[in-house]
């Protein structure tokens, strides 16, 4: 079993109470925000190293720097090797302030996206924009649909059934 396997196995416990997993995420939450505040502080500083050697800096354990890779892995410059890696793997925390301000956003972690260092990074006109092509990205938008008495959309002045409808 691999190290992310792991991670997910215990992260995801279907055996596991109500109750334990809420404490589980609970605790895992305040962990994550402790290393995105420390991340944010020096947003373009290049964060390298083993998964071990990250987990000791970050003052967390192996398997919860784990789920912090597969967590912020799809906002890095550069991806790590989340689904081989093990506690020896070279890493990086390299992301992409944009992708990971609209995926906390997507993940509806305010937790995270509201934290006061985002304010240093981007002003707050940058941060609405961000937040709100995140949240219109996975709107879906119908067309509406005509109906044969409405008026044409061609603009005739037409009823769609004695224009355009006509052909149809």
Same mark, same amino acid.
């Given at each position: 079993?691999?190290? =992310?396997?792991?991670?997910?196995?215990?992260?995801?416990?279907?055996?596991?109470?109500?109750?334990?997993?809420?404490?589980?995420?609970?605790?895992?939450?305040?962990?994550?925000?402790?290393?995105?505040?420390?991340?944010?502080?020096?947003?373009?500083?290049?964060?390298?190293?083993?998964?071990?050697?990250?987990?000791?800096?970050?003052?967390?354990?192996?398997?919860?720097?784990?789920?912090?890779?597969?967590?912020?892995?799809?906002?890095?410059?550069?991806?790590?090797?989340?689904?081989?890696?093990?506690? @020896?793997?070279?890493?990086?925390?390299?992301?992409?302030?944009?992708?990971? +301000?609209?995926?906390?956003? @997507?993940?509806?972690? @305010?937790?995270?996206?509201?934290?006061?260092?985002?304010?240093?990074?981007?002003?707050? @006109?940058?941060?609405?924009?961000? +937040? =709100?092509?995140?949240?219109?990205?996975?709107?879906?938008?119908?067309?509406?649909?005509?109906?044969?008495?409405?008026?044409?959309?061609?603009?005739?002045?037409?009823? +769609?059934?004695?224009?355009?409808?006509?052909?149809?």
């Amino acid at each position: 079993m691999s190290i =992310l396997e792991e991670w997910r196995s215990v992260a995801y416990n279907q055996e596991a109470t109500k109750g334990e997993i809420q404490r589980f995420w609970q605790r895992y939450f305040l962990l994550e925000k402790g290393v995105y505040e420390k991340l944010l502080d020096n947003p373009d500083e290049a964060v390298e190293g083993t998964v071990k050697e990250l987990a000791e800096r970050y003052g967390i354990t192996l398997m919860e720097m784990v789920g912090f890779l597969d967590g912020i892995n799809e906002s890095l410059v550069e991806a790590n090797p989340i689904e081989e890696m093990d506690e @020896d793997t070279k890493v990086n925390l390299i992301f992409d302030k944009e992708k990971l +301000y609209k995926n906390m956003v @997507d993940a509806k972690a @305010d937790w995270l996206y509201e934290l006061p260092q985002w304010e240093e990074i981007f002003d707050e @006109d940058t941060r609405h924009r961000l +937040y =709100l092509e995140q949240k219109k990205s996975g709107t879906v938008i119908k067309e509406q649909k005509i109906y044969p008495n409405d008026p044409c959309p061609c603009g005739s002045g037409k009823k +769609y059934k004695k224009c355009c409808g006509r052909n149809k």
